[in-house]
C-alpha cells in the first residue's frame, strides 16, 4: 500500500502526517507536531527557520516507514528567504506581521497603476504580500547580496531534494505573478525595481517531482512539489460534490471564496478586494483574506500572559452562553492585525464605533465569531455577485471546521448549508497531491471524493437563530462604512 509523508506548516504550529492510501481512502496519522514560535527581536519579527526544519526532519523520519513513496511541503504564503550564489540563506525570513511594511501598499501604488497591476496579478493589495516585502527591504545588504529568492515550501523543498523550483500556487500569492500566463511578471518585477535574478528558478505546477530526497531517511523518498500555498491544499481537499460551491479555509486567516476555471481581473474584483490565485488541476483560487482564529490565539496570548489559558473549547462553552450579535467588529480593521493584547483592541474597537463593549470572556469570543460569520457573508455576497452565480454551500475545512458555534453561526447567516471538515484539509490536500503525482489519483474530482470517502463530516443548515442572524447582519455592511469613515476623519484631524 502505497504512503507519503506531508509537512504542514501553519503559522502557529506545524505538523507532519502520514498518509496510507488503499486506492480509495487515505488513512492520516499524526506523526509529529510542534509549534512554530516566531522570534522577537529589536529590528522585527522573525520566523525561526531553522528550528522549523529541523522538527520538519524529525517527522519526515517518523513518517518514512514501509510504503512511503514522497515527501511535500506547504506553508503559508507571501514570506520567503533570500539566498546567496551557493543557496546559504542570508539571514532568517521576516514575518508578515512585522510593521516594516507600513505604508509600502502606498509606495507600491506610486510606482505602478492600481488597475494595472491588478490586471496582470489580480492580486489583493495587502501590505503582507511579497511585493510589499521587497519594496520594504530595498536597500538592505540582504536584498543587495541576493542571488535567489525562495518562498517557504520551496525553500524546504530545495533543502530536501537539493533542486530549486519555484511552484505556480505559492508564487501566485505574492502580487508577482502573472495570473493570465501563469508565469512571473517581469514587465511588473521591472517596474518595482527588482533584480530579475531573484525569480530565476524553474516555475513548476502543483505535483510535480522534484527529485529524490538528499536526507538521512530510513526509506527513499521522493520530493514532490505540491501545491505549496497550504490554501491551495486546503481547497484541493474540499468535499465538494456540485460545482456551485464556496469554502472557507478557516486557521489563522479566513481564506473566503470561491473555485474558478478563469481569473477574474476586472476593477470591480479589485474594489472588492478579491485575489486570483492559482489552485490544482489548473483552477483558480478567487478568494479574500479575511482575519480568522488569528483573533482568538491572540486573547488566549493575553489571558495567558495575565496567568490564565483558558482552552478553546472552554471558550467556546462560554461563548454559546452569551448573548449573540450583542457587539460586531471588522475583523479586517488594521488594529486587529498585529500582534498585541487583542481583548483591549478589541474593546477599542467597539468603543471606537458606538458598539457594546465586551464585558466577560464568553463576550470577546461571541465578538470575533459573530464578526467573522458576518464577514464571510459579506465577502461571498460580493463574490457571487462578481461571477454572476450564486452557490449552494459552504465547505469550511481547516481548525474553523472544528468549531461547531461559528460553523453554525455562519450557516445562520449566510442562510446557506455548512459542510465542515475535514479538519486537517492542508495535510490532506498535501498527501493526496502527492498520490495523483504519483499515478494513484487522476486529478481534482478523485481527489474529493477519496475526502468523502475518508474522513467523517459535519453538516449544519439554518437554524432557529436564523432571523436574529439576518437582522444582525443588515446592521454589519452600514457598520464597515461607518467605520471606514470615522477612521478616514481621525486621519485628517
Given amino acids: 500500500m502505497p504512503a507519503y509523508v506531508a509537512v504542514d506548516l501553519g503559522a502557529g504550529s506545524g505538523r507532519v502526517l502520514r498518509g496510507d492510501f488503499d486506492g480509495e481512502r487515505i488513512a492520516v496519522e499524526e506523526v509529529h507536531r510542534f509549534p512554530n514560535t516566531p522570534l522577537r527581536r ?23 516507514g514501509h510504503g512511503a513513496r514522497s515527501v ?7 514570506d520567503f528567504g533570500l539566498l546567496d550564489g551557493a543557496g546559504a540563506l542570508l539571514a532568517r525570513p521576516w514575518h508578515h506581521r512585522t510593521p516594516r511594511t507600513d505604508g509600502m501598499v502606498e509606495r507600491l501604488l506610486s510606482l505602478v497603476d492600481a488597475d494595472e497591476l491588478y490586471a496582470v496579478t489580480g492580486t489583493q493589495f495587502l501590505p503582507i504580500t511579497m511585493a510589499c516585502q521587497l519594496l520594504a527591504m530595498q536597500g538592505s545588504p540582504e536584498l543587495a547580496q541576493a542571488q535567489r529568492l525562495a518562498t517557504i515550501p520551496d525553500l524546504f523543498a530545495s533543502w530536501l531534494s537539493g533542486r530549486p523550483v519555484a511552484e505556480q500556487t505559492i508564487a501566485s500569492t ?5 495570473i493570465h500566463r501563469r508565469c512571473w511578471a517581469a514587465p511588473v518585477i521591472a517596474r518595482l525595481g527588482l533584480a530579475e535574478r531573484l525569480f530565476a528558478t524553474d516555475v513548476v505546477a502543483p505535483g510535480t517531482t522534484v527529485g529524490p530526497a538528499r536526507v538521512d531517511l530510513p526509506t527513499e523518498l521522493d520530493v514532490v512539489a505540491v501545491a505549496g500555498h497550504d490554501t ?21 486567516w479566513s481564506l473566503v471564496g470561491l473555485e474558478m476555471q478563469r481569473p477574474i481581473t476586472t476593477r470591480a474584483a479589485r474594489l472588492a478586494r478579491f485575489s486570483n490565485e492559482v489552485g490544482v488541476d489548473g483552477t483558480v483560487r478567487f478568494l479574500s483574506n479575511v482575519n480568522g482564529l488569528w483573533l482568538l490565539q491572540e486573547c488566549r496570548r493575553a489571558w495567558a500572559t495575565a496567568g490564565e489559558s483558558p482552552s478553546y473549547a472552554a471558550l467556546i462553552e462560554h461563548a454559546g452562553r452569551a448573548q449573540p450579535y450583542r457587539s460586531l467588529i471588522d475583523p479586517d480593521h488594521p488594529s486587529l492585525l498585529g500582534p498585541g493584547d487583542m481583548p483591549a483592541r478589541i474593546a477599542a474597537r467597539c468603543r471606537a464605533i458606538g458598539e457594546p463593549v465586551p464585558e466577560t470572556r464568553g463576550d470577546v469570543v461571541r465578538c470575533v465569531l459573530d464578526s467573522l460569520a458576518c464577514k464571510y457573508r459579506w ?23 472544528a468549531d461547531p458555534l461559528l460553523c453554525q453561526q455562519t450557516s445562520d447567516v449566510t442562510g446557506l448549508p455548512v459542510v465542515a471538515g ?3 484539509a ?16 487522476d486529478g481534482l474530482p478523485d481527489i474529493r471524493a477519496v475526502v468523502r470517502a475518508s474522513f467523517p463530516l ?30 478616514e476623519a481621525a486621519v485628517t484631524k
Fill in 458 to 487: 459535519r453538516s449544519y443548515g439554518p437554524g432557529e437563530r436564523r432571523r436574529v442572524a439576518e437582522d444582525a447582519y443588515g446592521r454589519f455592511p452600514q457598520l464597515l462604512a461607518d467605520a471606514r469613515t470615522s477612521d
Fill in 379 to 401: 465577502v461571498l455576497d460580493r463574490a457571487t455577485a462578481l461571477v454572476g452565480h450564486p452557490v449552494e454551500v459552504i465547505h469550511v475545512v481547516g481548525g474553523g471546521a
Fill in 42 to 64: 529589536p529590528d522585527g519579527l522573525f520566523w525561526d527557520i531553522d528550528s522549523l526544519y529541523s522538527d520538519a526532519l524529525v517527522g519526515i523520519a517518523k513518517g518514512a
Fill in 426 to 441: 492542508t495535510g490532506v490536500g498535501n498527501l493526496l497531491v502527492q498520490a495523483m503525482a504519483d499515478g494513484q489519483i
Fill in 72 to 78: 511535500g511541503v506547504d506553508a503559508w504564503g507571501n
Fill in 174 to 178: 505574492g502580487q508577482l505573478w502573472d
Fill in 422 to 424: 475535514p479538519v486537517e
Fill in 232 to 252: 491551495a491544499c486546503a481547497v484541493a481537499a474540499v468535499p465538494a460534490e456540485q460545482d456551485a460551491f464556496a469554502y472557507i479555509s478557516c486557521g489563522t
